[in-house]
């Protein structure tokens, strides 16, 4: 059996004051100064933990402090100076996909490398838009054998990427064909190139340098080679050059070195791939599609043909399909691609990576179960470095994270830390659902309950089918 995949991670805490969801205002004038006063009592301690906190900062901009919510505090006062109040900061985080929730989830998870646990079971919406639409089969969480992480039975999130051949034939037990390339990493996931909006150059040394120790892949705009930093040279199998239609190729020396290459979708794709092959035989060719209005139909095609080798479906950072007025979400178009290559027969031939709205684990793992065999993230690693995901990001307004002055010790491990974090969360998905494997893991439908589904075969005979807004 080979060795197991782990990631050593180790606490890296935050650099600038932490933004609690809620704090406690404090009527200070009418304290009787109880001896047994609740804030000391306080079962989460953070009271006590504040106080520490507040002490070493050279700069206080934010409110409150990571208040748990839980009320106790402003019940038990005797004289009822206490009272909750929101925190504006952290309403004003994100947007209205990447929540203030899921970005103080991600701060946690990049600090401390654990799966966050509320204690208090789920107290949100039981539907939603997206992947909050659906749900994962849990029957085999009974299973003490295949408790995730704890449990006895090997789990592999290892993925290959490339094409595979639909069958074997031998003569004398030897292959008569050589078997195409592949690219094996220890995990589905794969760092995307960062929007342009969002695009820090000071941040890619570090990036690239969590993707190796970590095992996995990032993309890299070729023209961005030389912001790699000084280890980019030992980095290079580690790193997929994204090529722009039309772009120059990179030094036959450097191109030699990688395993895997990206090209935007043109009308040429066919010759420039076979430019790539001839420089580099064994190197694994990506296609880039933009799930836009042409998207689906456009991938369909390039799936079917012979050459193709890996389909990179990429949709906008919210998931939503690119420029249409009422667009689809990314795990319902490429389970569209997947199950069209299903009915022609190629889909176990080609690789498909998907991109665009994967901001938790949890949609990690259910866009593979909608047929992707491995995905791309790129905010949630700029969201691991306490990026507030500001809507204005500009280069000239001021950073309320100071991006710019991070260093690598600490950008390198917390962007370790959530890959960690989301690779145990994948186990835990994947024992839960008695899969052992990542690879059984992509497009296994029936292993996850779909609202719209249900919701059309509970009532669709009484109350219609239910029409977009």
């Known amino acids: 059996m080979p060795e197991k995949y782990h990631i050593e991670t180790r606490p890296v805490p935050p650099r600038r004051p932490r933004i609690g969801k809620c704090g406690v205002v404090d009527w200070r004038e009418d304290c009787a100064r109880c001896h047994n006063c609740v804030k000391k009592a306080c079962v989460f301690d953070r009271y006590r933990q504040e106080t520490q ?18 009320f106790s505090c402003v019940q038990q006062c005797t004289k009822g100076i206490l009272a909750l109040a929101a925190n504006p900061a952290y309403e004003r985080l994100g947007n209205s996909y990447w929540t203030p929730e899921i970005i103080q989830t991600t701060w946690t998870q990049a600090e401390t490398a654990k799966i966050p646990v509320s204690g208090a079971g789920y107290r949100g919406k039981f539907t939603g838009p997206g992947f909050d639409a659906m749900w994962t089969d849990m029957s085999e969480i009974v299973r003490p054998t295949r408790d995730g992480i704890h449990g006895r039975e ?60 970590t095992g996995i892949l990032m993309l890299v705009d070729y023209r961005d080679w030389n912001l790699l930093g000084a280890d980019k040279e030992r980095h290079l199998p580690h790193v997929v050059f994204y090529l722009e239609a039309g772009a120059p190729l990179p030094p036959t020396e450097i191109l030699r070195r990688t395993r895997l290459v990206e090209i935007n979708d043109s009308s040429n794709i066919e010759r420039r791939i076979g430019e790539l092959k001839t420089i580099h035989p064994s190197i694994v060719t990506a296609v880039r599609i933009a799930l836009d209005s042409r998207g689906i139909e456009r991938a369909t095609e390039l799936g079917k043909q012979p050459y193709i080798e890996v389909l990179h ?64 993230v790129n905010l949630p690693l700029l969201i691991a470095l306490e990026c507030h995901l500001c809507h204005t990001c500009q280069p000239r307004i001021s950073c309320p994270a100071h991006m710019a002055d991070i260093d690598a010790a600490y950008g390198v491990g917390r962007m370790t830390n959530l890959i960690a974090a989301w690779h145990d969360q994948l186990i835990e998905v994947m024992g839960a659902m008695g899969i052992r494997e990542a690879r059984r893991l992509r497009g296994e439908v029936g292993r996850a309950l779909f609202f719209n589904e249900l919701e059309e075969e509970t009532f669709g005979r009484l109350f219609g089918t239910r029409k977009a807004a």
């Open 154 to 213: 090997y789990i592999s999130t290892a993925v290959d990427i490339g094409r595979k051949s639909p069958l074997l034939t031998f003569n004398d037990d030897k292959l008569t064909a050589a078997l195409p390339p592949l690219v094996d990493i220890p995990m589905p996931l794969v760092i995307d190139l960062m929007p342009l909006e969002y695009k820090i150059n000071n941040l890619l040394p570090f990036m690239l340098a969590a993707a190796a120790r």
């Open 53 to 70: 906190y507040i002490r070493g900062l050279n700069e206080v901009d934010n409110l409150f402090f990571e208040c748990m919510g839980c």
């Open 313 to 376: 479906l990429v949709s906008d950072i919210n998931g939503n399909q690119i420029d249409a007025i009422r667009p689809r979400f990314v795990k319902d178009m490429v389970r569209e691609v997947h199950n069209a290559l299903v009915k022609s027969g190629v889909r176990d031939q080609i690789t498909i990576m998907a991109g665009g709205g994967i901001a938790l684990a949890e949609h990690l793992a259910k866009q593979i179960i909608c047929g992707a065999d491995l995905v791309s």
